[in-house]
Nanobody, 122 residues
Framework: QVLLVESGGGVVQPGGSLRLSCTAP????????IAWFRQAPGKEREGVSG????????FYKDSVKGRFTISRDTAKNTVYLQMNRLKPEDTAVYYC???????????????WGQGTQVTVSS
């Protein structure tokens, strides 16, 4: 069982930045596709960004393209989501997930973290 741990959430003003981290103590993330999802109150969980194990493929939700960047640091066994120019509509609980296929749907992923809250508010 792979246990994922997210960190880096918080409260930020519109236009600000946050960097989320996803790691897996005791397990290597190297072979897995890693994706970030988010879920706002009353809404379905949606795919935000994902990165292949070889880092040669990524995806981004249209509304975050140009503002968010996903990356992975193999040496630190960590995947990051750099979020710039944050907007109030980015407010949600953000989850990282591990799986074998790079896709936008939660059902494609086998392992999940507990989530970290991101709140964008003035």
């Amino acid at each position: 069982q792979v246990l994922l741990v997210e960190s880096g959430g918080g409260v930020v003003q519109p236009g600000g930045s946050l960097r989320l981290s996803c790691t897996a103590p005791g397990f290597t993330l190297d072979p897995y596709v890693i994706a970030w999802f988010r879920q706002a109150p009353g809404k379905e969980r949606e795919g935000v960004s994902g990165i292949s194990s070889s880092e040669d493929s990524t995806f981004y939700k249209d509304s975050v393209k140009g503002r968010f960047t996903i990356s992975r640091d193999t040496a630190k066994n960590t995947v990051y989501l750099q979020m710039n120019r944050l907007k109030p509509e980015d407010t949600a609980v953000y989850y990282c997930a591990a799986g074998w296929n790079l896709g936008l749907w939660p059902d494609e992923y086998d392992y999940w973290g507990q989530g970290t809250q991101v709140t964008v508010s003035s």
